[in-house]
C-alpha cells in the first residue's frame, strides 16, 4: 500500500534562518506531488507541484522553492524565513490521472506546523 | 480567475442534517472533491463528483452541477465526531497535472 512520510511534525525557526521540509512517498512510482500551506483559519494554498524528477511549477510567487530530487521525494526550502512564512505546510501526492476518477484524488501527509519568531 | 465559495462556519445539532454548499469559478474543470479535515490534522478524501447528479457514501452525499458551478457535501444523521472542517476542492487543468484548487473550508460545529 502506499504511504506518505512528512516531518518534522513541528518546528520553530527564527526569522532569517533558513528552512527545509522533506516529503517521501512509498509504494507506488511517477506519483504527482505537491505542497501546500494553510495559514490559520484559512484554506489550502497550492505552492508547488511536480509531475517529475526536477520538473517544479511554482503557483504563487514567495520566499520559498521545492525540489525534487528523487521520483518520490520533494523537498520545500528557504534561505531566508519570513514570519509570514508561519503555517501548517501539507505534502501530497497523486496517481497521474488520465482520466476522471476518484481514484486520482490526493492522500496527503500528515503536516508540518511551522512557526516563525 | 479562480473562486471557490463556502460559507466559514456551520452549527448543528447531534443527529440533525447539514448541507454545506460550495460555488465555483475555475478556468478549468475536472472534477470536485469534498475533504475533511479535523483541527491540527491533514484533509481526507470523502466524495468525488465528476458528472451532474448525486453521489451518495454512507451518511455523506455530495451533488453537482457543473452548468451552475455548484455543489453540496450532506451530511446525516450528524455524531459528535463529524465536529471539522469540510474542504471543497476544483481538479483543475488536463489529465496528468491534477492540481487541486481549494475553498477555504467550511468549520462544521455539531453540539449535543
Known amino acids: 500500500s502506499q504511504t506518505i512520510h512528512q516531518w518534522p511534525a513541528t518546528l520553530v525557526q527564527p526569522v532569517g534562518s533558513p528552512l527545509s521540509l522533506e516529503c517521501t512517498v512509498e509504494?507506488?512510482?511517477?506519483?504527482?506531488l505537491y505542497w501546500y500551506r494553510q495559514a490559520a483559519g484559512r484554506g489550502l494554498q497550492l505552492l508547488f507541484y511536480?509531475?517529475?524528477?526536477?520538473?517544479i511549477s511554482s503557483e504563487v510567487p514567495q520566499n520559498l522553492s521545492a525540489s525534487r530530487p528523487q521520483d518520490r521525494q520533494f523537498i520545500l526550502s528557504s534561505k531566508k524565513l519570513l514570519l509570514s512564512d508561519s503555517g501548517f505546510y501539507l505534502c501530497?501526492?497523486?496517481?497521474?490521472?488520465?482520466?476522471?476518477?476518484?481514484?486520482?484524488?490526493?492522500?496527503f501527509g500528515s503536516g508540518t506546523r511551522l512557526t516563525v519568531v | 480567475g479562480q473562486n471557490i465559495d463556502q460559507p466559514t462556519e456551520m452549527t448543528a445539532t447531534e443527529g440533525a442534517i447539514v448541507q454545506i454548499n460550495c460555488t465555483y469559478q475555475?478556468?478549468?474543470?475536472?472534477?470536485l472533491f469534498w475533504y475533511q479535515q479535523h483541527a491540527g490534522e491533514a484533509p481526507t478524501f470523502l466524495s468525488y463528483n465528476v458528472l451532474d447528479g448525486l453521489e451518495e457514501k454512507g451518511r455523506f452525499s455530495s451533488f453537482l452541477s457543473r452548468s451552475k458551478g455548484y455543489s453540496y457535501l450532506l451530511l446525516k444523521e450528524l455524531q459528535m465526531k463529524d465536529s471539522a472542517s469540510y474542504l471543497c476542492a476544483v481538479r483543475e487543468g488536463p489529465y496528468g497535472t491534477d492540481k487541486l484548487i481549494f475553498g477555504t473550508g467550511t468549520r462544521l460545529q455539531v453540539f449535543p
Open positions: 475555475t478556468s478549468g474543470f475536472n472534477g
Open positions: 511536480s509531475v517529475g524528477i526536477g520538473q
Open positions: 509504494g507506488t512510482s511517477n506519483p504527482n
Open positions: 501530497a501526492w497523486s496517481v497521474r490521472t488520465a482520466g476522471p476518477s476518484h481514484l486520482y484524488g490526493y492522500t
